[in-house]
């Protein structure tokens, strides 16, 4: 049982106006249920884990992401993305330099590497170390002391 109260003492509600505006509310949240993974109505057991191999496959990647610092989006198509190893930039590296402050990032430098395993997309971002040196470099730049 509702109860309805109007802070309008002029507007007056009967029973059966008030049973009607019940009816369509019920309706609209009817139409607006969570009908399953993402709204999109698909059932939760049958789309993401509808094999063992499917089911082990995503308990290793929910093991794989928890322990990352990082867990970076796939830019291809928004899935988390797996830490697969690092990369050492040396040869081959020409680096960017500003003026007379020279290069913004010198080589040599470590880059992290992360995987998609929906799609296989490789990215990579430089490592803490590179990241630091990159911004003193940008911090030298500044005119202000």
Request: glycine share 4%.
């Amino acid at each position: 049982m509702t109860l309805q109260v109007d802070l309008d003492p002029n507007k007056e509600m009967n029973k059966d106006a008030r049973s009607d505006e019940s009816d369509d509310k019920d309706e609209e949240d009817h139409d607006h249920k969570e009908l399953g993974w993402s709204n999109f109505q698909w059932e939760d057991e049958g789309i993401l884990y509808d094999s063992p191999e499917a089911i082990k496959t995503q308990e290793g990647m929910d093991v794989l992401l928890h322990e990352q610092e990082e867990v970076p989006e796939c830019p291809q198509c928004r899935e988390y993305m797996v830490f697969v190893g690092k990369e050492a930039v040396s040869e081959g590296f020409m680096p960017h330099a500003v003026g007379d402050h020279g290069p913004l990032l010198q080589a040599p430098y470590t880059m992290n590497v992360y995987t998609c395993m929906s799609c296989y997309q490789v990215s990579k971002f430089l490592d803490d170390k590179a990241r630091l040196q990159l911004h003193e470099s940008i911090q030298r730049l500044s005119k202000s002391e």
